[in-house]
């Protein structure tokens, strides 16, 4: 797929995922979710290409950073129409690997658990949700489709089409996509 390409599919995903989005415009100028995405897009190009550009990579992961609340390590693998919605105080670690049509709010940490230099960041599949703060934590494996819930820390792997919520997250019974974030769901 073409950079360009992917870059207009993010931009469809945006205007896809938040009905307060007006027009390609306003997205393109005002969401730092959207900008996060294709600086991370660059700088995960400039990391796989040459060894060399590493550092480069790095600094342009920063500046991201810094320009937009949201910290997404230039080695991580990440999906195309992925969004990032309110996005502030999102982290995405080193070895994270993300499929297409994820969504995130503001908050979230895709984290390792270890030290060591091996894969320590959840894998996401596709068409997955995570809710304001959740928290993601080690070589976990979320299923496609699975949602989990706002504020949840996620230590153990999610199933295809389960919801996991709470501290530990447990996960539920796949729901209806309407109803998962229903309160009365979890009493």
Wanted: with cysteine; aromatic share 4%; charged share 15%.
């Amino acid at each position: 797929m073409s950079f360009v390409r992917t870059l207009r599919e993010d931009l469809a995903a945006a205007r896809t995922h938040d009905p307060a989005a007006r027009s390609n415009l306003e997205v393109v100028l005002a969401y730092p979710g959207l900008h996060a995405i294709w600086l991370h897009r660059l700088a995960h190009a400039m990391w796989n290409r040459s060894h060399t550009l590493r550092l480069p990579a790095r600094l342009l992961s920063q500046l991201s950073r810094a320009l937009t609340g949201i910290e997404i390590h230039p080695a991580a693998k990440i999906g195309p129409r992925f969004f990032i919605d309110h996005g502030m105080g999102v982290v995405i670690g080193e070895t994270a690997e993300v499929g297409a049509d994820c969504m995130l709010y503001h908050g979230v940490t895709l984290g390792g658990t270890s030290l060591s230099a091996t894969k320590r960041h959840p894998t996401l599949g596709n068409g997955i949700t995570v809710g304001a703060g959740a928290k993601i934590l080690g070589p976990l494996h979320i299923g496609d489709g699975a949602r989990i819930g706002a504020n949840a820390v996620v230590v153990r792997d999610v199933p295809d089409n389960a919801t996991a919520v709470g501290v530990p997250a447990i996960n539920r019974e796949p729901a209806a996509p309407e109803s998962w974030m229903d309160p009365a769901m979890y009493i």
